[in-house]
């Protein structure tokens, strides 16, 4: 089975490309904040799911924000002789890392604004986005990025020559790295609404670390076939140490709130 882009634009509106990138993103900012306000309300239900959608723009504006400075950053050699593209979101050059990071920060920020639980608001936007990163995915299918080795079995994706890395010219096929993570996202996004329905109540930011370590995991190995990543120090890309540096703050978190809640119920 062979996928295979057939452009990057959805359609023209008053001659104005529309690109399948934006379209997609898009949705899975929706969805992401959809699913959170669902899940608060199922979770918690103490009657301020409602507040998730004023919550949503510090989340997503900060979110996609952090996203692009990040991904800015380490394409550094590009974009220091090239500054105006900085604001070219229209074509990609989002980094989930920076994204998560901003995103966080928003959430800080909204929590204090509207008197909500903190923890709570990361549970359930870690459920959201993780829906979303699983649906965004694809727009980097139509973009024609985010792909693996050479790869010439099954399941093989097409990469036009124009996009090809140098030194794989000759390769047409190559891993559809992006629909890894998109359905291992989707993996995640079953797994902590598991933990959300047994845990959320009982051990607020549990999922916040559950998530970190699962995509920190996911994104760890994927990086290590992709082709286009950025920034690699050695032999590892810049992706994989900050996913082991993720992976090991949450995992520490884990215990913490493990350890403290086992206090309380013995106390």
Not at 11 to 38: D, N, Q, R
Not at 81 to 91: D, Q, S, T, W
Not at 130 to 153: C, H, I, K, M, T
Request: net charge neutral; hydrophobic share 55%; glycine share 8%.
């Amino acid at each position: 089975m062979i996928l295979q882009s057939h452009g990057d634009v959805a359609f023209s509106l008053f001659g104005f490309p529309v690109y399948f990138y934006g379209v997609i993103l898009a949705f899975a900012c929706f969805i992401a904040v959809f699913v959170a306000k669902v899940l608060y309300n199922k979770i918690y239900n103490d009657g301020k799911s409602e507040f998730i959608w004023e919550v949503s723009p510090f989340v997503v504006i900060l979110g996609i924000i952090g996203a692009r400075l990040y991904y800015c950053l380490v394409n550094l050699d590009y974009y220091l002789f090239h500054p105006l593209e900085v604001l070219n979101f229209r074509e990609g050059g989002l980094s989930i890392h920076g994204g998560i990071i901003a995103g966080i920060i928003g959430l800080y920020i909204a929590s204090k604004k509207y008197n909500l639980s903190f923890l709570r608001l990361l549970d359930v936007f870690s459920a959201g986005t993780v829906l979303a990163q699983s649906v965004g995915r694809w727009g980097n299918f139509f973009n024609n990025e985010a792909f693996g080795l050479p790869y010439n079995g099954f399941l093989k994706l097409y990469i036009p020559p124009a996009f090809r890395p140098a030194g794989f010219e000759s390769f047409s096929y190559y891993h559809p790295a992006f629909l890894y993570e998109s359905a291992a996202d989707f993996l995640i996004f079953l797994a902590l609404i598991f933990v959300l329905k047994n845990f959320g109540v009982k051990i607020e930011g549990l999922t916040l670390c559950v998530y970190l370590m699962l995509y920190s995991v996911v994104r760890f190995f994927i990086e290590g076939i992709r082709l286009d990543s950025a920034l690699n120090i050695g032999n590892l890309h810049i992706a994989q140490i900050i996913s082991a540096g993720i992976f090991v703050f949450a995992f520490a978190g884990f215990i913490y709130l493990l350890l403290k809640a086992h206090s309380l119920k013995a106390d």
